[in-house]
């Protein structure tokens, strides 16, 4: 396969940064999935929709809105009723659920090429993510798994907490490295490391 | 102003598109009753006090949304799918009505 080029080179500077003389809080970096599709169920198919994710993933989707989970190489989660995104590291997963999602179930919609995932970890990541979202990012408001539909400055981003103080963000391409120069700007003061 | 998104909780009014009027129905789209049409796209209630609206979740779920709002305190008394629940849905396909 033609290896895909990232959105964010020109910016990705690896290393430390800003105000890191007191130690690095914040690690950013491009997480770089070979697949990421978007799965919507017609109305009163969801359960078979979920039901298709799992033989898929092996990811056994929890009920309720914004639910979701990770095995750190697929992750699921809703972001609307019916609607799930799903990312794997490995390529192909479009095919996959071409196979599962008949159209009785649904829709698949393949958007690798269309979504830039960055993932900001470290103790202050919801601290940094609050300057931006007006959104709850406590763990108990937002568990590990899941997943928040919202937007910054009109640029919309699908968010999936993948960890205690990691989170992965799924950006339109062409707004990807805008937005990961503001997400480097508002880290500074923490001091970051891109890797 | 908060909007509890029934999907994604609580959330900023800038998320949300106004779409309009709540209480408007409108005609068969082969209806040739001109003051059926007038009435739903000119008449208005303009209440002074709750008011039914239809808003979008344009910046989240993007889910479109019955609102209860207040026009004189902004309070939202109430918000709900404006599609009912995904099992009536189900239930219609299955009589036959789409």
């Excluded at chain 2, 609580?10 to 408007?24: A, C, K, L, S, W």
């Amino acid at each position: 396969m033609v290896e895909r080029q990232s959105p964010l080179e020109p910016e990705f500077h690896v290393g430390s940064h800003g105000n890191f003389e007191h130690g690095v809080e914040i690690l950013l970096t491009e997480t770089r999935p070979g697949s990421i599709v978007q799965l919507a169920a017609w109305p009163g198919e969801e359960k078979k929709l979920m039901a298709a994710i799992r033989t898929v993933t092996g990811l056994a989707l929890p009920d309720g809105a914004g639910g979701g989970l990770s095995d750190g190489v697929k992750s699921v989660f809703g972001f609307a009723p019916g609607k799930f995104t799903v990312a794997d590291d490995a390529e192909g997963l479009a095919a996959a659920f071409a196979k599962v999602v008949t159209p009785d179930i649904g829709t698949v919609t393949d958007l690798s090429h269309g979504r830039t995932a960055i993932r900001i970890a470290g103790p202050k990541a919801e601290w940094v993510l609050a300057k931006f979202f007006a959104i709850d990012f406590a763990l108990p408001a937002f568990p590990i798994g899941a997943g928040r539909s919202t937007a910054h400055h009109d640029v919309f981003a699908q968010i999936q907490r993948t960890g205690s103080d990691q989170f992965d963000i799924h950006v339109f391409r062409s707004f990807a490295r805008s937005f990961w120069n503001a997400l480097c700007h508002a880290s500074e003061e923490v001091g970051y490391e891109v890797q | 102003m908060l909007i509890t998104c029934p999907y994604c909780g609580p959330r900023d009014v800038i998320e949300f598109t106004y779409q309009g009027d709540g209480n408007r129905e409108r005609p068969d789209p082969a209806s040739q009753n001109f003051e059926a049409w007038n009435a739903y796209v000119y008449d208005r209630l303009n209440p002074a006090g709750d008011h039914n609206e239809i808003w979008q979740h344009s910046g989240g779920c993007r889910a479109h949304l019955r609102v209860v709002r207040n026009t004189l305190t902004h309070e939202i008394s109430s918000v709900a799918f404006v599609r009912g629940d995904h099992a009536s849905a189900a239930r219609r396909k299955a009589e036959g009505q789409s």
